[in-house]
């Protein structure tokens, strides 16, 4: 049995077939980068909310603590019917505040979510170059194909989820950087900032039409 399979793996594929198998590594492909800008740009939203909660925790926690020694006195100037009662009330306020944004900052893992889509986009960048070799290779064996099916699969239901409106963004964003490659690709001489431009422009023009 496990040599038949063997035999089945390492079958070398040939004629109409290698065009088949061909589309199928482009279309997996083709997937994966659209999935792979999701989890990169999702990683880079999770990490830069960690970074705001935890810097504005981190300057709070710092004043409160400035107060918590402070005379209340050296605030008449700008509050001059500050009371000393209103004044610990208020730093209690505050403190209470940098408590709920530390809880909100544990709850919400957003640390732990960015290294999960980076991790799954880094898994998909290996996937999409091992679909290139096979595209490029003139002949493919049957198990390299099956290994490429396989693995894509393991990487979607083992990666985090996308929610449907991240995954659309994503995929214009997607779509936008391939268009921008292609045109640059025809036009060398210009720049990415002119190739937005013009591609911009024609798809004003096709509007108007």
């Known amino acids: 049995m496990r040599n038949t399979r063997n035999s089945y793996l390492n079958k070398k594929i040939s004629g109409e077939g290698m065009n088949d198998y061909k589309n199928e590594l482009k279309k997996i492909k083709s997937k994966a980068e659209k999935s792979r800008q999701a989890h990169f740009d999702l990683a880079e939203k999770k990490s830069l909310l960690r970074d705001i909660l935890h810097y504005i925790t981190l300057i709070l926690s710092s004043f409160v603590a400035i107060l918590t020694f402070a005379d209340y006195q050296r605030f008449l100037p700008i509050i001059p ?4 009662d209103n004044f610990v009330l208020g730093v209690g306020f505050l403190a209470s ?11 919400k893992r957003w640390g732990e979510e960015a290294q999960q889509h980076l991790y799954t986009g880094k898994q998909l960048t290996s996937l999409i170059r091992d679909c290139d070799s096979l595209i490029k290779n003139e002949s493919l064996l ?6 490429i099916r396989e693995k894509y699969i ?12 991240e995954f659309l963004k994503a995929k214009q964003r997607y ?26 422009k024609g798809r004003g023009d096709k509007e108007d039409e």
């Open 97 to 107: 505040f940098v408590f709920l944004l530390t809880v909100t900052e544990e709850f």
């Open 81 to 84: 019917n500050l009371t000393q």
């Open 142 to 147: 049957e198990g390299a194909v099956t290994n």
């Open 175 to 200: 779509l936008n950087k391939r268009a921008i490659s292609e045109y640059l690709d025809e036009h060398p001489h210009l720049t990415v900032g002119e190739a937005k431009k013009r591609i911009l």
């Open 154 to 165: 393991l990487i979607n239901e083992l990666s985090p989820p996308i929610p449907d409106k």
